[in-house]
């Protein structure tokens, strides 16, 4: 599956308002323009939340924060 190089902001982008890249990857935590799918194996790899979350979340935290994945 080909990720493009861009998605215009607008109701269709399934990154939602805000996306935090995680280093150099293609692995992002983002909110999404269908909320019905968090929790789903649906994506490859993010972390998606709901717009009102990551939104709060993307105010708190500075760029080369780490992150830490737990189970």
């Known amino acids: 599956m080909g990720v493009p190089p861009m998605v215009p902001p607008g109701p269709?982008?399934?990154l939602g308002p805000r996306a935090l890249y995680?280093?150099?990857t293609?692995?992002?935590i983002h909110g999404t323009?269908?909320?019905?799918?968090?929790?789903?194996a649906v994506s490859?790899?993010?972390?998606?939340?709901?717009n009102a979350h990551i939104m709060q979340l993307y105010d708190k935290v500075?760029?080369?924060?780490?992150?830490?994945v737990v189970p």
């Open 44 to 50: 490859h790899g993010c972390f998606r939340m709901h």
């Open 26 to 28: 293609l692995y992002r």
């Open 22 to 24: 995680l280093g150099d």
């Open 12 to 14: 269709q982008n399934p």
């Open 33 to 40: 323009n269908g909320p019905g799918s968090i929790g789903g």
């Open 62 to 68: 500075h760029i080369e924060a780490g992150v830490y």
